[in-house]
């Protein structure tokens, strides 16, 4: 019986990766620890939350004393961190909420780990980050793993400055380590502030597609469940202190990306084609956005036999069909309904 830590199992990726680890390992306890921050919604594991080999602990990682309490009773095997505040906007207006919770918040996990794991043998410490700390492209080329890093926002400043520590502890304590540097992911679940769940949320009312300067930023888009399918592989299979770089080859413009969403909208909501792409409204560009992200996948590909599974026509479809039959799940996210209810059930320490 091995015992799993997964941090920010509420939020968008991490309850892809809680709800596929408690399916596939019925041997594993997964733990699944998150301070149910706007972002993170228990409705998201609704589906899983009775099993017997989880649990939902809330807590902040950002308190130290509490995080080394957790490390001590439940002396975790592995540990999945995804727990972060992950959204590029809210880094340019609050960044000190970044630094807190991506970098100290990923020190106090290192440190519990630290502390409980006397060697190597049988853990890993699995740090999941992004493609944003290398920053950003030009028209052509692609993220490597080598790629140096040159982060431009406090959101990407922060993961990067998180992901050099974990390999400095791996460098410095001999701490089992593994990183991965993912595309930007659509799919169920995510907290309508991203791009893709906040146009689909805006189509649906008749409000503005906000696009930032001219829509010509490129994002590499990859669907949540095939990054949830990676980490799986990473995390049994990896290799210690090795970083892999994830990504859909799957490169879009964010208008044509909104584009081919409104396309897809207009045939869901039974509309004239070209009804939904009359929302698209151009607004101010957002400060200091990098203009291109792309990954170079081979890596994990050749060395772990990873791919993406879906193209994203049917990925697009499949996330709009979940949106639209979840409306529920959409209102009550966008009004912190849920973040009020869950206030109540649970009481942190
Ligand atoms: P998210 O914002 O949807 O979820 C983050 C989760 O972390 C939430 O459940 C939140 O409650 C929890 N959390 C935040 N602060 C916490 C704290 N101090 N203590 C405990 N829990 C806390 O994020 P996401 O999009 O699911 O991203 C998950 C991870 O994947 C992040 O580390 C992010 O950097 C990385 N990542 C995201 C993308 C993407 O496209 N979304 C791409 C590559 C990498
Ligand atoms: P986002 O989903 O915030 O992800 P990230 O900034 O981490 O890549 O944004 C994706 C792209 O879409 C990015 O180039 C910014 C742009 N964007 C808009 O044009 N309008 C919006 O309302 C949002 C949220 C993003």
Redesign the pocket.
Known sequence: MKTILITGGAGFIGSHVVRRFVNKYPEYHIVNLDALTYAGNLENLKDVDTRSNYEFVKGDINDAPFINDLFEKYQFDGVLHLAAE????RSIADPMAFIMTNIVGTVNLLNGARKIWKSAEGHRFYHIS?D?VYGSLGETGLFLETTSYDPH?P??ASKASSDHLVRAYHDTYKLPIVITNCS?N?GPNQFP????P??IHNISQNKP?????K?E???DWLYVEDHAAAIDLVFHEGKDGETYNIGGHNEWT?IA??LQLCKTMDKKLGRTEGTSEKLITY?KD?AG??LR?AIDSTKIQKELGWAPSLQFEEGIEKTVDWYLANHDWLENVSSGAYEKYYEKQYVSR
């Open positions: 992950s959204h590029v906007d992004t944003e926002s959101y990407s930007n659509y502030e991203k791009l893709i906040l146009s597609i906000p696009i930032y300067g829509g930023n490129i994002r964010n990306l909104i607004v957002r956005h990098d992200y």
